[in-house]
Structure formats: structure tokens, C-alpha cells
């Protein structure tokens, strides 16, 4: 199978790979303890039991798991794993910089230690390699950590894997799936592992093709056209379809091409803080006027309209209108004007406004429409397009006060508390501060001090709260959401099309590709 990809994995070392295209192969390659169905949509979020025999045990004060690892595992190079190999792995994370090390180091008791050079080991983690059993305490109770035993850089390797990143030769792993060639920045080779079928975890697919074969190809009209043209089987889902490519691809493709939702929402920040977005009713009128649909066509197809914080895929998430707007229409002339009118009558017509905005497109874009729009309900608005490299680090720094600007958040991992961070008190910093609209509510906090400690394996027990949550962020219109990112399944006229899952978490599952009997 030939797989396409405008941009390389930043290593394939599942202790150091930190991007969707790093966590898409060392999926193949790498199973944790816990792991997430290799399904479609909100399916595909619910943790599963991967190299652990069961979900984990989790004690009254929510602060120790208990998990026990299966018996008679093998890494693909045919040396036992071993349940020491656990603490391993996650210390060699720290010691590696792993991008995401700060889940570890912040929640898992006696990491922040090691990490520092304080201590030889992790004192949190605990295990004991005759009974596979393994015991990890945290620091305090973090609903969320079952999603961080199921990250690629928590799954076993070796304890004799050298304390170093390895990205031309990444270590073994068990897993449908092995490494066989691999040049960074270039290619790497999927080879089936044969051993792995014999382990019989359940709902784990064990892979069809022998061999994937994943290359660069940057220039994304040649790597659409490619697929169309069944000279390669998968355009890479991190891509955009040309537009000049798309016509084709729905006269020619249509039964082998599909968008699909991902766990991703752009919405403008808004700065409850500062005038005139410290004021409810101008916050309002700014959601109320927003054409959802005239910035999916900016996004050239790559946004479905929305409105609620939390997207698709994601438990909580809530389809239709919120707060009386509908995402999927056009405001009427008569909305437009109610929105005028609530500004002036709180007294903040003609109040200046900055929208801050990167440089790329469509972001710009979208930018220059939200500054348009502000200046005709009455703001004297202006548009500050800095450079992608430094944006986000500029307005997250609250010194600067920005007042609305860009925004978007994908998940860490498929959980409400991952995009609720953003709206905490928790997230709030002098700099790097990803709260950008400085959201202080006690209803909202009193929320997540009750959510956010349920356990991510019992998440759907509290799908009624974060979806309360969420149609109480809707009507205080702390943030102006206008879509969701979907994703292009794509592929060649060779691969069964319907069998060939896309997860919300991993994208393309190449376990489940298989080519037409």
C-alpha cells in the first residue's frame, strides 16, 4: 500500500514524535495499556484495553490506577515485555523532551523529580514484573489520565532501548505493525508483524497489507493527482485537496472520497477582560451576526459551520443552533441590524477594536471578514496580521491585552477537559497564556472541578454535564465558534473504501486498509 503525506512525521521514535503524522505510524507500531477503537466518530474515542488485560482499576480519591499487563507478550523482535518496561518508557519520554512530557511530569507523583535529575526513578509508578501488575499514582485526581496511558509515547519498549531519540532506527514495539525502512524527513516503511495476530487482543485490527510504504510528497496537486489517478493509494487526511484537484475528484471519485469531522474548532477569542467584549450583549450581537458559512467558503471546504466549543467527535458535543443561532444559515438583514442596535444601546458604538490575526491562509482570511464585520455593527476596527512563528506567543502574553483575534484548538487527546483548559482559570499565565479571552466564571469552574475528575474511562457518564457546560459557554458567548476541521478520506480505486476506518484520533487506521477481492 502507497501512502502519500505532504509532511513527514517529526520522528517515528514514539518517545519523541510529537506530530498527527508521528502518532498515525507509531500507532501501527506501538501499543499502550489502554487504547482507543479503530472506529469512526465518537466510537473511535472510547478507550479500549490494549496491552493491559482490563480498563483500569481506580481508587475512592481517584488519585492510583491499577492496571495488570497481558501474559506471553513479545515486542516484535521476539523479546518478552515486561511490566518494568512501562516505567521505562515514560521516564525515557521525560528524558527525550517528548513535546507532551509536562502530562507526565505534572500529574504522575515523583516524574517532575526524575525528570529534574532529583531522583533514579519515577517513585509514582510501580510494578512488578512476576504478576505483570503495575500501579501508577498521581498527584491529585486527573480524570483525564486514562487518555494519557493511551499516547504512542506511553506504549512499552525495551528497557535496554538506548535513553535517546531514535529516528532513523526507532525500537521495537508490539503491534500489528514494524518499521522497516525509515529516512527521516523522507519515507518510512510499514512491514506486518507476524507474531502479533497470536496475541488475540480483542478489537485490535491485526492488519491486511503486508507492507505500507509512506512517502513525502510536498507538493499536494502532484499527491491528489496521484490517488485520482491510482498510482498511490492514500492521500494523507493532514492535507488539503486542491481546489484545482477537487472538481475531478467529484466527477471522477466520488464513491472513493469523503470529509470527515475532526476533533478540531476554530472560533475568535474574545476578551471578556477589556471593553467592549467585557460586555455580554456585545458579545452577543458579535455571534449573532457571524456568517459561519461565508468562513467555510474561506476555508475552501475545510470547515463545517458550528457554534458550540466542543466539535464532533468529541463527548459533550452538540449539533444545531446554540443560543439561538444557526450555524448552517446566512444572519438575515434584520439580525444584522438587531446586532447594531444592542451595541449602540450599551453605549459601545464606535469603541476601537484590534483583531489579531496570523499571517497564513485562510487565517488572514478569516481575520479580515471578523474585522469587516465588526466595523459595520459600529466598531472602529482594525486588523494586526503578525508573523505565524510568534502569534500565538503574542497573544497569549496578557501584558498585550489583545482583544479578539484568531483562535483554534485539536485535541492533546479526545476529552472535553483538553479544550475546557482553554476556558479555565487553570490556563491562565502572564505568558503563554492559551486562555485568550481570560474567561473567569465560577459556574464555569465549579463545572470542571466536578467533570474533570471523572475518569476518561467512565467519560460517558458525563456526557449530560459537558454538554450543560458547553450550552452554558454558548449563551454567555465567551468565544465567537465558527466551524470545525473535516478531513479528506481519499483513496485509490485498489483499497475497499467502506472497510477502511478513520479514526477521530489516529486518522487512517492502515491496520483496517485492505484492497479489493
Same mark, same amino acid.
Given at each position: 500500500?502507497?501512502?502519500?503525506?505532504?509532511?513527514?512525521?517529526?520522528?517515528?521514535?514514539?518517545?519523541?514524535?510529537?506530530?498527527?503524522?508521528?502518532?498515525?505510524?507509531?500507532?501501527?507500531?506501538?501499543?499502550?495499556?489502554?487504547?482507543?477503537?479503530?472506529?469512526?466518530?465518537?466510537?473511535?474515542?472510547?478507550?479500549?484495553?490494549?496491552?493491559?488485560?482490563?480498563?483500569?482499576?481506580?481508587?475512592?480519591?481517584?488519585?492510583?490506577?491499577?492496571?495488570?499487563?497481558?501474559?506471553?507478550?513479545?515486542?516484535?523482535?521476539?523479546?518478552?515485555?515486561?511490566?518494568?518496561?512501562?516505567?521505562?518508557?515514560?521516564?525515557?519520554?521525560?528524558?527525550?523532551?517528548?513535546?507532551?512530557?509536562?502530562?507526565?511530569?505534572?500529574?504522575?507523583?515523583?516524574?517532575?523529580?526524575?525528570?529534574?535529575?532529583?531522583?533514579?526513578?519515577?517513585?509514582?509508578?510501580?510494578?512488578?514484573?512476576?504478576?505483570?501488575?503495575?500501579?501508577?499514582?498521581?498527584?491529585?485526581?486527573?480524570?483525564? *489520565?486514562? +487518555? =494519557?496511558? !493511551?499516547?504512542?509515547?506511553?506504549?512499552?519498549?525495551?528497557?535496554? &532501548?538506548?535513553?535517546?531519540? /531514535? #529516528?532513523?532506527?526507532?525500537?521495537?514495539?508490539?503491534?500489528?505493525?514494524?518499521?522497516?525502512?525509515?529516512?527521516?524527513?523522507?519515507?518510512?516503511?510499514?512491514?506486518?508483524?507476524?507474531?502479533?495476530?497470536?496475541?488475540?487482543?480483542?478489537?485490535?485490527?491485526?492488519?491486511?497489507?503486508?507492507?505500507?510504504?509512506?512517502?513525502?510528497?510536498?507538493?499536494?496537486?502532484?499527491?491528489?493527482?496521484?490517488?485520482?489517478?491510482?498510482?498511490?493509494?492514500?492521500?494523507?487526511?493532514?492535507?488539503?485537496?486542491?481546489?484545482?484537484?477537487?472538481?475531478?475528484?467529484?466527477?471522477?471519485?466520488?464513491?472513493?472520497?469523503?470529509?470527515?469531522?475532526?476533533?478540531?474548532?476554530?472560533?475568535?477569542?474574545?476578551?471578556?477582560?477589556?471593553?467592549? *467584549?467585557? +460586555? =455580554?450583549? !456585545?458579545?452577543?450581537?458579535?455571534?449573532?451576526?457571524?456568517?459561519? &458559512?461565508?468562513?467555510?467558503? /474561506? #476555508?475552501?471546504?475545510?470547515?463545517?459551520?458550528?457554534?458550540?466549543?466542543?466539535?464532533?467527535?468529541?463527548?459533550?458535543?452538540?449539533?444545531?443552533?446554540?443560543?439561538?443561532?444557526?450555524?448552517?444559515?446566512?444572519?438575515?438583514?434584520?439580525?444584522?441590524?438587531?446586532?447594531?442596535?444592542?451595541?449602540?444601546?450599551?453605549?459601545?458604538?464606535?469603541?476601537?477594536?484590534?483583531?489579531?490575526?496570523?499571517?497564513?491562509?485562510?487565517?488572514?482570511?478569516?481575520?479580515?471578514?471578523?474585522?469587516?464585520?465588526?466595523?459595520?455593527?459600529?466598531?472602529?476596527?482594525?486588523?494586526?496580521?503578525?508573523?505565524?512563528?510568534?502569534?500565538?506567543?503574542?497573544?497569549?502574553?496578557?501584558?498585550?491585552?489583545?482583544?479578539?483575534?484568531?483562535?483554534?484548538?485539536?485535541?492533546?487527546?479526545?476529552?472535553?477537559?483538553?479544550?475546557?483548559?482553554?476556558?479555565?482559570?487553570?490556563?491562565?499565565?502572564?505568558?503563554?497564556?492559551?486562555?485568550?479571552?481570560?474567561?473567569?466564571?465560577?459556574?464555569?469552574?465549579?463545572?470542571?472541578?466536578?467533570?474533570?475528575?471523572?475518569?476518561?474511562?467512565?467519560?460517558?457518564?458525563?456526557?449530560?454535564?459537558?454538554?450543560?457546560?458547553?450550552?452554558?459557554?454558548?449563551?454567555?458567548?465567551?468565544?465567537?465558534?465558527?466551524?470545525?476541521?473535516?478531513?479528506?478520506?481519499?483513496?485509490?480505486?485498489?483499497?475497499?473504501?467502506?472497510?477502511?476506518?478513520?479514526?477521530?484520533?489516529?486518522?487512517?487506521?492502515?491496520?483496517?486498509?485492505?484492497?479489493?477481492?
Amino acid at each position: 500500500m502507497k501512502v502519500l503525506e505532504g509532511t513527514a512525521p517529526d520522528s517515528v521514535d514514539p518517545q519523541f514524535g510529537y506530530t498527527t503524522q508521528a502518532a498515525e505510524a507509531d500507532d501501527m507500531v506501538y501499543t499502550p495499556l489502554l487504547q482507543y477503537a479503530a472506529q469512526a466518530g465518537t466510537v473511535g474515542t472510547k478507550l479500549i484495553p490494549g496491552l493491559a488485560e482490563a480498563l483500569p482499576t481506580v481508587s475512592a480519591d481517584q488519585k492510583t490506577y491499577s492496571l495488570k499487563l497481558r501474559s506471553g507478550l513479545k515486542y516484535s523482535d521476539g523479546t518478552p515485555v515486561k511490566a518494568s518496561d512501562f516505567t521505562y518508557s515514560i521516564e525515557r519520554a521525560c528524558k527525550n523532551s517528548w513535546g507532551g512530557k509536562s502530562f507526565y511530569t505534572g500529574n504522575i507523583q515523583g516524574a517532575a523529580e526524575y525528570d529534574a535529575g532529583k531522583a533514579t526513578t519515577i517513585s509514582g509508578i510501580k510494578t512488578n514484573d512476576q504478576t505483570g501488575e503495575i500501579t501508577i499514582t498521581l498527584t491529585k485526581a486527573y480524570g483525564a *489520565f486514562p +487518555n =494519557l496511558i !493511551a499516547f504512542p509515547s506511553s506504549a512499552l519498549v525495551p528497557s535496554t &532501548t538506548p535513553m535517546k531519540v /531514535l #529516528s532513523n532506527n526507532p525500537p521495537v514495539g508490539v503491534g500489528p505493525y514494524k518499521f522497516g525502512k525509515v529516512v527521516p524527513n523522507q519515507s518510512y516503511e510499514l512491514v506486518k508483524n507476524p507474531m502479533f495476530a497470536g496475541f488475540k487482543i480483542p478489537d485490535i485490527p491485526t492488519g491486511y497489507v503486508d507492507k505500507v510504504e509512506v512517502t513525502k510528497q510536498s507538493n499536494t496537486n502532484t499527491e491528489a493527482q496521484q490517488v485520482l489517478d491510482n498510482q498511490a493509494d492514500i492521500f494523507s487526511p493532514d492535507d488539503t485537496l486542491p481546489a484545482g484537484v477537487l472538481a475531478d475528484v467529484h466527477s471522477k471519485a466520488k464513491d472513493r472520497y469523503e470529509k470527515v469531522p475532526l476533533a478540531s474548532t476554530y472560533y475568535f477569542f474574545l476578551n471578556a477582560q477589556v471593553a467592549p *467584549f467585557n +460586555n =455580554l450583549q !456585545a458579545r452577543k450581537a458579535v455571534n449573532m451576526a457571524t456568517d459561519r &458559512t461565508a468562513l467555510a467558503r /474561506l #476555508s475552501s471546504g475545510a470547515l463545517v459551520p458550528g457554534c458550540h466549543f466542543l466539535p464532533p467527535t468529541i463527548i459533550g458535543h452538540q449539533d444545531g443552533a446554540c443560543d439561538g443561532v444557526d450555524p448552517s444559515t446566512v444572519p438575515s438583514a434584520a439580525d444584522v441590524a438587531e446586532a447594531k442596535q444592542m451595541i449602540k444601546a450599551v453605549g459601545l458604538a464606535g469603541t476601537k477594536v484590534t483583531v489579531w490575526s496570523e499571517t497564513r491562509s485562510p487565517r488572514q482570511e478569516f481575520c479580515a471578514y471578523f474585522n469587516d464585520l465588526l466595523n459595520k455593527l459600529g466598531f472602529r476596527s482594525s486588523l494586526k496580521v503578525i508573523q505565524d512563528t510568534v502569534y500565538f506567543q503574542t497573544v497569549g502574553n496578557r501584558s498585550v491585552e489583545p482583544q479578539a483575534g484568531f483562535a483554534d484548538w485539536s485535541q492533546d487527546f479526545p476529552n472535553p477537559s483538553d479544550f475546557y483548559l482553554l476556558l479555565s482559570k487553570a490556563a491562565l499565565q502572564k505568558t503563554n497564556n492559551w486562555n485568550f479571552g481570560n474567561v473567569v466564571d465560577n459556574q464555569i469552574e465549579s463545572q470542571l472541578a466536578l467533570l474533570n475528575p471523572i475518569p476518561a474511562t467512565e467519560l460517558e457518564s458525563a456526557q449530560s454535564g459537558w454538554e450543560k457546560l458547553d450550552t452554558y459557554v454558548a449563551q454567555q458567548d465567551y468565544v465567537d465558534v465558527y466551524g470545525y476541521q473535516v478531513a479528506p478520506k481519499f483513496m485509490s480505486d485498489r483499497v475497499d473504501f467502506d472497510k477502511a476506518r478513520f479514526s477521530p484520533v489516529y486518522y487512517i487506521e492502515f491496520s483496517t486498509v485492505e484492497f479489493k477481492k
